[in-house]
């Protein structure tokens, strides 16, 4: 309803009003506030969200991987688990090819670990490309932990 023409500094007020009350509704929604955006940023309670959600991930996919690596070769292992017995066991992996010397493991959410994969094959496919030499390992696993 209308209660009649407002003023100015009358409309400012209640603008401003109304983006102070939604900006704290968005505040209380989830207790990291923005500062899970960026893996270097610390809530005001000293924590690093990012960290945690990894950890989370890493934990409810309840899967082990080991690593060991040697003077010339290395051995990677980890578990097969399968969802559901209507999925294929073999097609279930948390193993991938990036190029054909170089793999990955990953443990966690499926979705983030084909995501990583779909853009380190393209990280490599693109350094190929413009150097004419495959991507060094190195410079890989930096690209990745950027």
Partial sequence: ERLGPLCSSQRRSGIAARRTQGSQERMARGSSAGYDRHITIFSPEGRLYQV????KAIKTSGLTSVGVRGADSCVVLTQRKVPDKLYDPESVTNMYAITPN???VMTGIVPDARASVKKLRE???KFKFNNGYDIPVSYLAKRAAD
């Fill in 52 to 55: 945690e959600y990894a950890f």
């Fill in 102 to 104: 170089i793999g990955l």
């Fill in 123 to 125: 990280e490599a496919a």
